[in-house]
C-alpha cells in the first residue's frame, strides 16, 4: 500500500533491532555511484537481480534498520528501494519486497 511521500508500507524490519537487506535500484549509474560513495563501506554496487527492473542495470545493496531512517537527500537518488526476506526466495518475487518508491 502507498501512502503519500511515495513510501510504500511493508512489514520488513518492524522491530527496531531488525538489520535487513535491501537493494536500491536507479535511473542511470551517476546515481548509484553517488548513492554508494555517500553510503560508504557498508554499499556494495552489484548487477541488478533478475526479478527487479532497473533503467541502468546497477543496484546497491546494503544493510540496515530500515531505508527511511536514510537521509533524505540519498533516498532521493534511488527509484526503488527493496528489502529481502530470507526464506522467501520461492515467490514469484524471489523474496523482494518494495519498501519505497520515488
Known amino acids: 500500500m502507498e501512502n503519500r511521500d511515495n513510501k510504500v508500507t511493508s512489514g520488513l524490519g518492524t522491530a527496531s533491532c531488525d538489520v535487513v537487506q535491501y537493494v536500491a535500484t ?6 548509484a555511484m553517488l548513492f554508494k560513495k555517500r553510503m560508504g563501506q557498508g554499499c ?37 528501494v527493496y528489502g529481502f526476506e530470507e526464506g522467501k526466495e520461492g515467490d514469484k518475487n524471489g523474496g523482494y519486497k518494495e519498501v519505497y518508491r520515488q
Do not use: I, W
Open 44 to 80: 556494495v554496487l552489484k548487477p541488478v537481480p533478475r526479478l527487479l527492473s532497473s533503467s541502468c542495470g546497477t543496484a546497491a545493496f546494503f544493510q540496515g534498520s530500515s531505508p527511511m531512517s536514510l537521509d533524505p537527500a540519498l533516498l532521493q537518488l534511488a527509484d526503488s
Open 26 to 31: 536507479f535511473e542511470n549509474h551517476y546515481k
